[in-house]
């Protein structure tokens, strides 16, 4: 009987772990102006860099965000990340690598309560990739 209950065992195992084995757990690929309809999900958010914003004040240990506005500006923006510049260069660092250049942030979508566009926090740089100028 123990050699039949193995044998179910091992085909009940390898039946679960295809269906494991196939999900997907790549994120979904979306545009800027499309992340309003991800809130709270994790995505791969591409679009140009058009404006960067600086706040007055830093946080702790990190220095100051920059929020770097994608397809459309601070005025009437539709999505924005935000990065921290690496020390010593700061702020100024982390713009100049992103300007006027196409990404893609990788993180969950999120919103602040009070409304406004949606954003990700990307604390860690490897969240955030350039693409050619073609795509």
Known sequence: MTPMR??????????????ALSQDTTPRRITAADAKNHIGETAIVCGKVVGTSL???GI????????????QPEANPVFYFIAFGAQPGGPAEVIAAYQDKRVCVTGK??????????FIMA????QIKTEAAGK
């Open 109 to 118: 979508i999120d919103t602040v309560p009070s409304g406004g566009p949606p």
């Open 6 to 19: 193995n044998l179910i065992l091992m085909m009940c195992v390898t039946g679960l772990a295809s269906f």
């Open 55 to 57: 706040p007055k004040y």
């Open 123 to 126: 604390a860690d740089r490897s």
């Open 60 to 71: 702790a240990g990190r220095g100051k965000p920059v929020s770097f506005y994608l397809d």
